[in-house]
């Protein structure tokens, strides 16, 4: 049977520890199988465990503490072909315990093996999800405080179709571990360990010891009948079939020269139902049609009948890697909440800086340029205020020119722009 172990990074596990023998069941499951390496994903947690995927020649991925079945989840869903298969503590199922709850309920074909020793053994033995409540822990008295997890009922109850629940010292390990890899679903074993860097030192356990515990517990040995169902890879393709394909993003050419090259933080400041974010939108495609770089970063609305009163746009010749705008170069303010949220940008702005606002409108002092607009004597109304402010904006030549202006409407609005473009041509 060939090996999948790397010869040149042996495991370097305390003396004893039963993680190295969990090593061993493992390299001899895949074995089993006959997999080959270039076949097999190895996804490391953080902890003792995070060291799996240094041991075996295999691809392998290590991320953030509790985040390891997210990472299997979208490297199967990308590459099904593969066998994934994750290794995590009881202390990153603690942390990711939601990840563990979502892969328990879609049920796609991943491989969770969970080395559970009962504490965070590589940061000091502090107490995890599944430390007793009578055991000593580097954390105090805390886990007397709080009731241990049973991982397997956890499980079962969402929605897992395959669970096991072993010592790590079984000799058949190596046989469960195949079963369960070969599972076409979610499955996840429950293998009990010894610490003995951490937790032996203060709590006695011996591999009879964890026989014993078991038999105190619902056994837990392969298929959940009541959980059995499709395998999500496969249910998610299969629905999928046939479905309108995602648009290609939309490919804007550079046509136009911008009237400025620098750097600029545009804020639209508005009431909810003024289309600011439409507006933003607006303003990005017209930076783009000079080949500027943008982003658009808008308020959240807290509620749904609301809506936004806030969007900030930049664009820039250079690529943006911080969004944040702390001093404007234009605030174009059409209604008052958005100004009210946004009063303090007003006094950073730059001495050469802009403000276009609605004569209604009552603005904090700012130390530079306020353009003044009329719309109720043009007879435009609230809804069309932003995107007429942008019209006075690019006849101001700030920003973006009238001609990238209009190209952009035509983009987003296509044979409906004319009525846009005539509004932008008559704002003043």
Known sequence: MNSLLNPDRPPVFCPGCTHERITGALDQALGLLNLKGNRVVLVSDIGCSGLFDTFFNTHAFHGLHGRALSYAAGLKLARPELTVIVTMGDGGVGIGGAHFLAACRRNLDLT??????????????????????????????????????????????????????YSGFQKDLPEKIAQAIGFNGFSLLDIWGICPGRYTKKNRITPKSIDDDMKRLPAFDGIIKENARSEYGGLYRELGKGRTPAPAPLKIDPLFTPPDAARQGVVLLGNAGQRILTAGEILCIAGMTGGMHVSQKNEYNITVLRGPSVSEVILSKDPIEYTGIEAPSVILAVGQEGVLRRKVLFEKMPGEGLVLAAEDIDLPPCPCEVLRADFKSQKIGPVDRALASLGILAKQNRTVSLEMLKRALEIRFGDKADASIALVERAA
């Not at 559970?116 to 033995?125: K, L, R």
């Not at 997890?149 to 096991?164: F, K, N, Q, S, V």
């Open 112 to 165: 969770l093996l969970i080395l559970d020793n009962f504490n965070f053994g590589m940061t000091g033995g502090q107490m995890s999800v599944t430390t007793p409540a009578e055991a000593a822990a580097g954390s105090g008295f805390l886990n007397r405080l709080e009731r241990p997890l049973d991982i397997c009922e956890t499980a079962r109850a969402a929605g897992a179709a395959y669970i096991g629940r």
